[in-house]
């Protein structure tokens, strides 16, 4: 008795599974089993033929808006963009966007130079130099930087190479004389900022540039700021210009850090003086001394 029991049970069992199987395929449709797809392949999806923006997606404006170097710094402190022989920082000093350039050349000479507070600079030997615009100098400078980011992709038709988890791989590629360049960015897939950039040229010369957000500024850039914070001269300049028949007059005065000398530029060549009656030819006074310069370009 025990064992018909055993039997009949076995026998209820496999037809209600039967049921159950038959409810969940539905009326005569096949079963198909499909192993899922593993994490690792939802992370990566490469286009053997790349897609346009909009395909993927994206817009050109989205990605020139958020690598913009106003929108970045309301974001970030410092933005650092580092290649193999220079490094970039761009950072907000007294409200304004700021730039320091460290250029490492082939010959081992180097180059320090940028923006910070309305003056172009450049340090060259151990000695510094502010640069002003002598036609410009009745208007505010403004930053000079503020595309430095987008163009590295400025211009370019770009495709969609690659979607990973967390990026966006967009290249362009040139047919140059001899053979193809190509052009590749990494986007962040949240934000849309350009993290890494890498190019390989027609005679295989290539080269990558990676981005960092919030990075600790360099003792450069350090140097900087404390050099700026620090003691102030005031240079006004007087410039009287002749463009053809028209005379442009400005004047300004220029507050920059006191052991930095004044570089004016006009894209002409130009003469200093430092009286008003243009008869003593300026000489720097030294560091610390506030001072007045005239500035002609007349041949008279």
Request: with cysteine; glycine share 6%; aromatic share 12%.
């Amino acid at each position: 008795m025990k064992k018909t029991k055993i039997i009949l049970s076995v026998i209820i069992f496999n037809v209600l599974l039967l049921t159950l199987c038959g409810c969940t395929r539905g009326s005569g449709d096949d079963i198909t089993t499909t192993v899922p797809p593993t994490s690792a392949e939802y992370k990566t999806e490469i286009f053997e033929e790349p897609k346009d923006l909009e395909e993927a997606g994206l817009a050109y404006n989205d990605l020139v808006s958020a690598n913009s170097v106003e929108a970045l710094l309301q974001k970030y402190e410092t933005i650092t963009i580092e290649s193999d022989r220079d490094k970039a920082e761009l950072f907000t000093y007294n409200g304004k966007p700021a730039f320091l350039n460290h250029v490492v050349y082939n010959d081992n000479e180097e180059y320090l130079g940028g923006w910070i507070d309305s003056l172009g600079y450049e340090i060259n030997g151990g000695v510094a130099f502010a640069t002003a615009n002598a036609f410009n100098l009745s208007e505010e400078e403004t930053f000079p930087y503020e595309s430095y980011i987008v163009d590295y992709f400025g211009g370019q038709e770009l495709f969609v190479k690659e979607i990973g988890e967390d990026y966006y791989k967009i290249i362009h590629t040139y047919e140059g004389m001899l053979e193809n360049e190509k052009f590749e960015y990494i986007f962040d897939k949240e934000t849309l900022e350009l993290r890494e950039y890498n190019y390989t040229l027609f005679d295989d010369t290539s080269g990558s540039t990676v981005f960092h957000f919030d990075k600790p500024l360099s003792e450069n850039s350090s140097e900087l700021i404390e050099i700026m914070n620090g003691e102030r001269k005031n240079i006004t300049v007087k410039s009287e210009l002749y463009d053809f028949d028209e005379i442009i007059r400005n004047e300004a005065t220029l507050s920059i850090p006191s052991v930095w000398k004044l570089e004016l530029l006009a894209g002409v060549e130009i003469a200093l003086y430092s009286n008003e009656e243009q008869t003593e030819i300026y000489e720097y006074p030294g560091h610390g001394i506030d001072h007045t310069i005239y500035v002609t370009n007349s041949l008279g």
